[in-house]
């Protein structure tokens, strides 16, 4: 690829040598969507005729024009149609996509090495005849020209603006509870409870939820998670080195591509556990890694995001009766009490509830590390690359535990040290763009 298109993506934080295996294939996979959707909104396509070309061989994708693709998708963002993360998601993919065939066509791997045929009719290069040949060679290098131009074009290309999407209803990670209260936790905890002599992952969610507002670990981190007991040196009140052994949960940042990390792993201070929470933590890493080498972790996620959601629609059905009277059998939550009163304000705000899965409780997290620790411990315990990420996705410090009690674990302070401050200019644009955000949202349903 040449050195001008490599500048232009990397000025543009779009490095193709920092992703990892799986984000590569899923932005393949979303751009072959995107290809086979841009067929369907330019040519109007019928039912048999998304069939076929749901049906389109990779080589086919190929041919098909990148202009035509990408004008397609800029009508639909232009049109308001997609959210800016939807939007970024497929730029991105559309960027790598074209980026890779542009490097197969630039090594001649396109059409002498890779596939050896016509990509359209599937008939040998070889036997095309030297005219055929020359025309297929002449549009090759029309081809990559086009694609860097396309490369270049899309990596200008900003999202759309709050006032465009204001109309959107909310969407996947949108309708994720990022903000809720302690006792907004217990309301789903309780149902879940109510509810785990029918449904046999009630119990494992409830114990995910509660070790990932505890930890502040993604899903999908518990897989190769694990406690460990690390040595250090502390100094003695008499000036002498001394070594101690702490308690740490070791974590691999599933997010450390690209620089999206402080490091590689974190490491989180469990020393203030008591030894049976210590052992709930340990059993649970082992499960979910059992779970990923056995291969059963897709059945585990889907058997808990189930649950959740039965959980959930309980709630928004509003026929929460039953669950009240489980609270006042619940042992010093009587009528009255935190859990009582909790679900009866459930009733009376369901328009507003957002449904809780399994990453808010890493929002809760959040929320009660935002009580106690600096941005830049927000950020060491989060497995953050800057202080800010934290501030603008995250869950806010008003909906955290109060005081010290809210948070039981640290953040190691070696990696607290890892963690970029981000300068003042870069931190006003990414709290501009916060209140920008929140000025789009505020404006949904009015006209």
């Given at each position: 690829?040449?050195?001008?298109?490599?500048?232009?993506?990397?000025?543009?934080?779009?490095?193709?040598?920092?992703?990892?295996?799986?984000?590569?294939?899923?932005?393949?996979?979303?751009?072959?969507?995107?290809?086979?959707?841009?067929?369907?909104?330019?040519?109007?396509?019928?039912?048999?005729?998304?069939?076929?070309?749901?049906?389109?061989?990779?080589?086919?994708?190929?041919?098909?024009?990148?202009?035509?693709?990408?004008?397609?998708?800029?009508?639909?963002?232009?049109?308001?149609?997609?959210?800016?993360?939807?939007?970024?998601?497929?730029?991105?993919?559309?960027?790598?996509?074209?980026?890779?065939?542009?490097?197969?066509?630039?090594?001649?791997?396109?059409?002498?090495?890779v596939n050896n045929v016509d990509p359209l009719s599937g008939t040998p290069f070889?036997?095309?005849?030297?005219?055929?040949?020359?025309?297929?060679?002449?549009?090759?290098?029309?081809?990559?020209?086009?694609?860097?131009?396309?490369?270049?074009?899309?990596?200008?290309?900003?999202?759309?603006?709050?006032?465009?999407?204001?109309?959107?209803?909310?969407?996947?990670?949108?309708?994720?509870?990022?903000?809720?209260?302690?006792?907004?936790?217990?309301?789903?905890?309780?149902?879940?409870?109510?509810?785990?002599?029918?449904?046999?992952?009630?119990?494992?969610?409830?114990?995910?939820?509660?070790?990932?507002?505890?930890?502040?670990?993604?899903?999908?981190?518990?897989?190769?998670?694990?406690?460990?007991?690390?040595?250090?040196?502390?100094?003695?009140?008499?000036?002498?080195?001394?070594?101690?052994?702490?308690?740490?949960?070791?974590?691999?940042?599933?997010?450390?591509?690209?620089?999206?990390?402080?490091?590689?792993?974190?490491?989180?201070?469990?020393?203030?556990?008591?030894?049976?929470?210590?052992?709930?933590?340990?059993?649970?890493?082992?499960?979910?890694?059992?779970?990923?080498d056995d291969g059963y972790y897709q059945n585990v996620y889907k058997g808990c995001?189930?649950?959740?959601?039965?959980?959930?629609?309980?709630?928004?059905?509003?026929?929460?009766?039953?669950?009240?009277?489980?609270?006042?059998?619940?042992?010093?939550?009587?009528?009255?009490?935190?859990?009582?009163?909790?679900?009866?304000?459930?009733?009376?705000?369901?328009?507003?509830?957002?449904?809780i899965q399994l990453y808010s409780a890493r929002h809760k997290a959040a929320s009660?590390?935002?009580?106690?620790?600096?941005?830049?411990?927000?950020?060491?315990?989060?497995?953050?690359?800057?202080?800010?990420?934290?501030?603008?996705?995250?869950?806010?410090?008003?909906?955290?535990?109060?005081?010290?009690?809210?948070?039981?674990?640290?953040?190691?302070?070696?990696?607290?040290?890892?963690?970029?401050?981000?300068?003042?200019?870069?931190?006003?644009?990414?709290?501009?763009?916060?209140?920008?955000?929140?000025?789009?949202?505020?404006?949904?349903?009015?006209?």
């Open positions: 690829m040449t050195t001008l298109l490599l500048d232009t993506l990397k000025q543009n934080q779009f490095d193709l040598s920092s992703r990892s295996p799986a984000t590569e294939a899923q932005y393949i996979a979303r751009a072959k969507w995107a290809i086979r959707r841009a067929l369907v909104l330019q040519f109007n396509l019928n039912k048999d005729q998304k069939k076929a070309a749901a049906q389109l061989t990779d080589a086919q994708l190929r041919a098909i024009p990148e202009s035509l693709v990408v004008d397609q998708m800029l009508q639909q963002k232009n049109q308001g149609l997609w959210a800016h993360a939807t939007w970024r998601q497929i730029k991105a993919s559309l960027m790598f996509y074209y980026s890779q065939l542009l490097q197969d066509i630039e090594t001649g791997g396109y059409l002498y090495e070889a036997a095309l005849g030297p005219q055929v040949q020359a025309d297929v060679a002449e549009y090759t290098l029309s081809r990559a020209e086009s694609l860097r131009e396309i490369i270049k074009s899309l990596a200008m290309v900003e999202g759309p603006t709050p006032e465009e999407i204001a109309h959107l209803p909310l969407r996947t990670s949108a309708l994720r509870k990022k903000n809720f209260s302690a006792e907004s936790f217990n309301t789903v905890l309780l149902v879940l409870k109510a509810t785990a002599g029918k449904h046999k992952w009630n119990n494992l969610t409830i114990t995910w939820l509660t070790l990932g507002a505890l930890t502040g670990l993604r899903p999908h981190e518990w897989c190769q998670a694990e406690v460990v007991e690390l040595p250090e040196m502390i100094e003695t009140p008499e000036g002498a080195q001394q070594e101690i052994y702490t308690w740490y949960l070791k974590v691999l940042n599933s997010k450390n591509s690209n620089n999206r990390a402080h490091g590689e792993y974190r490491h989180i201070d469990i020393s203030a556990l008591s030894e049976s929470e210590r052992s709930v933590l340990a059993d649970f890493c082992g499960f979910m890694k059992e779970s990923l995001k189930e649950a959740l959601h039965r959980a959930n629609k309980a709630i928004l059905s509003g026929n929460l009766n039953k669950f009240v009277k489980i609270a006042n059998q619940v042992p010093t939550k009587a009528k009255g009490g935190k859990i009582y009163n909790n679900i009866k304000k459930t009733k009376d705000h369901l328009d507003t509830f957002k449904v009660d590390a935002k009580q106690v620790l600096t941005q830049a411990e927000v950020a060491a315990f989060m497995g953050h690359a800057t202080d800010q990420t934290a501030a603008i996705h995250y869950g806010k410090r008003s909906h955290g535990g109060r005081g010290a009690g809210g948070l039981r674990v640290r953040p190691s302070a070696g990696e607290v040290a890892k963690v970029r401050k981000l300068p003042g200019a870069n931190r006003a644009a990414n709290m501009q763009a916060q209140a920008k955000r929140k000025l789009g949202r505020t404006g949904r349903g009015m006209s």
